[in-house]
């Protein structure tokens, strides 16, 4: 190997700091605060334990593989608890948490997870990784053309006057723009403008600035509880997380950072390692139950990650809001208004899209698009998986020509 090759790869394995990377880091606050911000306000959540489990795996997270690898929260637990708050209590999803770490630590350790990976063959994987981009596009549209201008709900100034769509439209063209520009990254400009735009909008009107961290505690949930997180929230979550969080992030790192060295711990097994550990103990506190993703990844790519660094910024910057601001924290958070929010979501699902080139023949194509199809129209996404997965085995074992 000649020293330039050997200079590329140390080069890779170092974390950078800069304000790329910087901006990289905040690429997937379209997915993360919709669903942690909800989970917050209407299952009466703790700030500070949310935003600090939070911190804590991206910390990990970034130290460990060196790539931009996203902490995501799950999607099917958060849009069931905001959907039945009365059902899905703080200690259901605490027990969920436990219960999905624990599971996740088995499959990990007996190496079920590298097994069961082998069901997610290539169009499966390009299948999923479409769902999720569409899917991406679609949440982010809604945001921008939501009439409410604040995931807390508040309504702000001028609510009446479409300003939400207004401001979506302004900072979708100023991302545009900016979209490879290294001296004002793009995320930041539109984090920073939603802030701008928040504080002049009334995102602070009727609101108290509580700083210092709010309560936590370990919680003790009865029989039916985790009869309920076991039934309503982890059994239509794991098919998603082996398929988006463990084996499309891992195809999904591959993609974007071929032959680099850093991919020897980018597997789906180690993936499941991690969010085996960081759930345990978030769940023993009622915390809200967390993953990697295939879409966090691209969001924080699209936007200019590409080291750990990115994770390790975007887990300080939680971890003070946490210890710091607490409630204050999760205040400032929801200033930055749905419709910027949603143009992050829209280019993040950008990135996830076209990856879909790859495959070759008109079959990987057809159990692509059926999945991408069943996801959309069928609120859980693990029967799309599933279907998928039975027609890719049918076609192949059949040789079914399409």
């Known amino acids: 190997m000649q020293p330039a090759e050997l200079s590329g790869i140390d080069e890779r394995r170092r974390f950078r700091f800069d304000r790329v990377e910087l901006a990289g880091s905040f690429g997937d606050l379209g997915t993360l605060l919709p669903i942690v911000v909800g989970m917050i306000l209407i299952n009466k959540l703790s700030p500070t334990l949310v935003f600090l489990s939070f911190g804590l795996f991206y910390l990990l997270t970034g130290y460990y593989y060196r790539l931009p690898v996203p902490v995501q929260p799950l999607k099917a637990v958060g849009a069931i608890a905001i959907a039945y708050p009365a059902q899905i209590t703080e200690s259901v999803i605490g027990a969920a948490g436990v219960i999905f770490g624990g599971l996740l630590l088995f499959l990990a350790l007996t190496g079920l997870v590298d097994k069961l990976a082998k069901l997610f063959t290539a169009p499966v994987v390009r299948g999923i990784q479409l769902a999720l981009g569409l899917v991406f596009l679609r949440k982010g549209i809604q945001l921008i053309t939501d009439q409410n201008l604040f995931l807390s709900g508040a309504m702000g100034r001028w609510a009446d006057h479409n300003i939400n ?50 309560p936590v505690h370990l919680i003790a949930p009865s029989l039916h509880d985790w009869w309920i997180a076991f039934i309503m929230l982890i059994l239509p979550q794991i098919p998603l997380t082996l398929g988006n969080a463990c084996v499309g992030t891992a195809d999904t790192c ?20 991690t969010m085996g550990l960081a759930n345990l103990p978030t769940g023993l506190f009622g915390g809200v139950p967390m993953c990697h993703g295939t879409g966090g990844l691209a969001a924080h790519y699209r936007f200019g990650a590409r080291t750990g660094g990115a994770p390790l910024m975007i887990g300080a910057v939680f971890v003070v809001l946490a210890l710091a601001f607490g409630e204050a924290g999760m205040t400032l958070l929801t200033l930055i208004p749905n419709s910027v ?47 998928g997965i039975g027609v890719d085995i049918f076609i192949r074992k059949a040789k079914i020509k399409i």
Do not use: H, Q
């Open 165 to 214: 769509l207004i401001l979506g439209v302004v900072v979708f063209v100023l991302v545009l723009l900016l979209l490879d520009n290294k001296k004002l990254p793009a995320a930041i400009a539109a984090v920073g403008v939603g802030v701008l735009a928040g504080l002049t909008l009334g995102g602070l009107d009727g609101r108290t600035l509580a700083f210092g961290p709010t």
């Open 341 to 387: 929010l949603g143009v992050l979501l829209i280019f993040a699902g950008l990135e996830l899209c076209p990856l879909i080139r790859s495959l070759k023949t008109n079959e990987e194509y057809f159990v692509a698009l059926l999945i991408s199809g069943i996801a959309l129209a069928v609120p859980n996404m693990a029967w799309a998986f599933g279907i």
């Open 254 to 273: 591959s993609v974007l950072f071929p032959k680099d060295p850093r991919l020897g711990k980018a597997r789906a097994g180690k993936f499941a390692l």
